[in-house]
């Protein structure tokens, strides 16, 4: 298993190519399936997640092709409407098959997400919003069975609070209903807004993403057409904490800071400075030390919990004593303890982390065990003294392009160990 070996202390200084975003890219290529005419999406990441994603489609019927960042996607013909589980259960993002699989074919097998190390994760919402299109949905032996001999119907979908996947989920499957569909209390997430204007493009007749009420006219059939994914918001802040760990300035090319709602003003308050350039963002540390600032996550445009751990990470040594809330997933700050054998001091109880910042952190050994703690802990190492040696890298290959090239380049000392 590979590890990563960082010795920290040295500042950040260059230009970060900021990759397309995995957890948009993922959704437009579930798209694909929904005509059998050649979707092409560009600044697609490289990323394990995406892989993974294109064996599934593959194993549908998709004929594909991957270069410069550029995939190909072709479903003129659906082979099979099963995913299996080995192909589900390592990455949630691949259920969102079910909804498009059933729109077009009117039936679908497929494997249950399970659980995974930031809590339950359910797919309850999802299943009660096909269900009220009019799918049969059975359960058996792990698997989704799910049947609409006559196609999806609009419906009045009215979740009871926020879910960025059942949100994609029911616009992939209500784009080709018959009738309309009006989800209330929509995820507003960018990437919702990407995917619709993919669909749109397509030909599809979506209104109101990016807003908490999505209508939704079904169409009888939907185009190829191409479409660039957006930055990730999600990369584009782990590099903007990096330098707030380690120091330094750095361009994010090719990211919108808009994207970041309000982690922007967070992040400025903690003491970082950010400016819009040509390229993308310049951003810089302007204090020695960063400043604590409490912070709460939410759905966008509230704090993203995915950059919640690195901002824990960047707490730890700050100026002061930070209180961080974790409000859409139960179990995500296992990255608290591995922050502490480097030296963060960091009490969780419930749902909230107090981090009374230090000096400086030491180089430990650590391990990674999701993908956005594991980006907490490089952070937490850049800013370190000494060297750290992160374990069970690979959650971070499956969301993060090039990490280790890309900090290398900027001249952070990282390097691979494969064992
Ligand atoms: C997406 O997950 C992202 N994944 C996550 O990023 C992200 O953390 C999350 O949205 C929140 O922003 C992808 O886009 C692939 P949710 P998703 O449905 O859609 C509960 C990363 O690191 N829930 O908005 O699965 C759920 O358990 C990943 O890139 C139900 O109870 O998140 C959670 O507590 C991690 N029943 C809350 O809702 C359901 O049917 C929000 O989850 C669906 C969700």
Same mark, same amino acid.
């Given at each position: 298993m590979d590890k990563l070996a960082i010795i920290g202390g040295r500042p950040l200084y260059g230009i970060v190519p900021i990759s397309g975003a995995k957890n948009s890219a993922l959704k437009l290529m579930a798209a694909s399936l929904l005509t059998d005419e050649e979707l092409v999406l560009e600044n697609v990441p490289r990323l394990a997640d995406v892989d993974m994603l294109l064996r599934l489609l593959n194993q549908h019927g998709a004929q594909s092709s991957f270069e410069d960042a550029t995939l190909r996607l072709h479903a003129k013909d659906i082979i099979s409407t099963v995913a299996p589980y080995d192909l589900v259960r390592k990455m949630r993002a691949s259920f969102n098959v079910l909804g498009p699989l059933l729109a077009r074919e009117g039936k679908a097998k497929v494997s249950l997400p399970g659980g995974c190390a930031i809590g339950a994760r359910p797919v309850d919402l999802h299943l009660k919003a096909l269900t009220a299109m009019g799918a049969k949905i059975d359960l058996d032996e792990g698997y989704v069975i799910a049947e609409a001999p006559d196609g999806l119907q609009g419906a009045d979908i009215a979740f009871p609070f926020v879910s960025v996947g059942a949100t994609e989920h029911v616009m992939l499957a209500a784009v080709l209903a018959d009738g309309e569909t009006k989800i209330s209390n929509a995820a507003c997430e960018p990437e919702i807004v990407d995917l619709a204007d993919c669909l749109n493009a397509m030909g599809a007749k979506i209104s109101g993403a990016g807003t908490a009420s999505i209508n939704i006219v079904g169409v009888d059939r939907l185009a190829g057409v191409t479409h660039r994914v957006l930055p990730d918001r999600i990369e584009t802040g782990a590099y903007a904490m990096a330098v707030g760990a380690a120091g330094g300035e750095l361009t994010l090319a090719n990211a919108d800071i +808009?994207?970041?709602? *309000?982690?922007?003003?967070?992040?400025? #308050?903690?003491?970082?400075? &950010? $400016? #819009? =350039?040509?390229?993308g963002v310049r951003v810089k540390t302007t204090r020695d030390r960063s400043l604590a600032v409490d912070i709460e996550t939410k759905p966008y445009p509230g704090i993203a919990t995915d950059l919640q751990a690195m &901002?824990?990470? /960047? /707490? !730890?040594? *700050? +100026?002061g004593v930070s209180h961080v809330k974790e409000t859409i997933f139960e179990n995500r700050f296992m990255h608290a303890p591995e922050l502490g054998r480097m030296g963060a001091k960091i009490s969780v109880d419930g749902q909230t982390a107090t981090v009374t910042g230090v000096a400086r952190l030491k180089g430990a050994p650590v391990m990674a =065990? +999701?993908?956005? !703690?594991? /980006?907490? @802990?490089?952070?937490?190492?850049?800013? *370190? $003294?000494?060297?750290? /040696?992160?374990?069970?890298?690979?959650? @971070?290959d499956r969301g993060f392009e090039r990490l280790e090239e890309k900090?290398?380049?900027?001249?952070?000392?990282?390097e691979r160990v494969s064992e």
């Open positions: +808009d994207l970041l709602g *309000a982690a922007l003003p967070v992040l400025e #308050k903690a003491g970082l400075s &950010f $400016e #819009k =350039t040509n390229e &901002f824990t990470a /960047m /707490m !730890a040594t *700050a +100026d =065990t +999701d993908l956005r !703690a594991s /980006m907490s @802990l490089i952070i937490a190492a850049l800013g *370190a $003294e000494g060297q750290t /040696m992160v374990n069970r890298v690979y959650h @971070l900090l290398a380049e900027c001249g952070a000392l990282i």
